[in-house]
């Protein structure tokens, strides 16, 4: 489909990147970015940010997790959120077991959600993990130099940290040996963690633990560096992503 070339960029607009927008080469919609930065915003919820490490997570849920079980008796706001993420839960599936990773291919984006929200409840992932995440998610971002501060990176990261809690299918044998013995086997099924399956998601978590999450977000982060201490994109010697990449082309 050919398009006047006044209605988009013919260069990706990510910064060092400057390869022709899908519009340009005709392969697509994207007015803006290139093949590649569409895929990498679909499966991390933004086009060059690159995604929250788990290490860098990990101190910030331990700490938003405690504040929670701190106050979940006494402070009625986190009260009422736990409350509607063991619905959502519990929702999902009414407890019944999860379908496979390899019986959900093909099925909506919606279904694939739900069907992860299943498997979370499945592992008996509490609630208030799913608020931790969520919060010291959003902590997590305000503190990292390199984030993309924008609601649908924060509710993508949010998601593919929920999902590598509970994720895919796994099977577990006996296989025959010809001399008569046997040998432990295994086969791991996972769904794709990218697309509308993570925005699903994340904004059916969003909606519910936004309320706690604005409130307490500040209060997490100075927790944290009070027990952990800063983040690394604060350290002295940090460098952004895309510069330690030009050095290293450079031979520096």
């Avoid at 209605?7 to 022709?20: E, I, L, N, Y």
């Amino acid at each position: 489909m050919s398009s006047p070339a006044q209605d988009h960029h013919q260069r990706c607009t990510v910064m060092g990147c400057g390869r022709p927008t899908m519009r340009a080469v005709g392969v697509g919609l994207g007015t803006a970015l290139c093949k590649y930065h569409v895929e990498r915003r679909a499966r991390h919820g933004s086009p060059f940010a690159p995604p929250i490490k788990a290490t860098d997570l990990r101190p910030y849920v331990k700490t938003a997790l405690a504040w929670i079980q701190e106050r979940q008796k006494t402070d009625p706001t986190i009260g009422h959120v736990l409350q509607c993420l063991d619905g959502l839960l519990w929702g999902s599936g009414g407890g019944g077991p999860a379908p496979r990773a390899s019986d959900i291919k093909g099925r909506s984006p919606k279904y694939r959600a739900k069907v992860a929200f299943m498997r979370l409840h499945a592992a008996e992932v509490p609630p208030a993990r799913l608020l931790a995440v969520h919060l010291g998610m959003a902590a997590c971002i305000e503190d990292d130099r390199e984030a993309h501060r924008i609601p649908e990176f924060r509710i993508v990261q949010t998601a593919k940290a929920l999902h590598r809690l509970a994720s895919g299918t796994h099977w577990r044998w006996e296989m025959p040996l010809p001399n008569g013995n046997t040998a432990p086997a295994e086969l791991h099924v996972y769904p794709r963690s990218s697309g509308q399956v993570l925005r699903f998601m994340g904004e059916e978590v969003e909606e519910i633990c936004r309320a706690v999450t604005e409130r307490d977000r500040d209060a997490i982060r100075q927790r944290k560096q009070e027990k952990y201490g800063p983040h690394p994109s604060h350290m002295p010697g940090w460098r952004p992503t895309w510069q330690r990449k030009l050095l290293a082309t450079r031979g520096y």
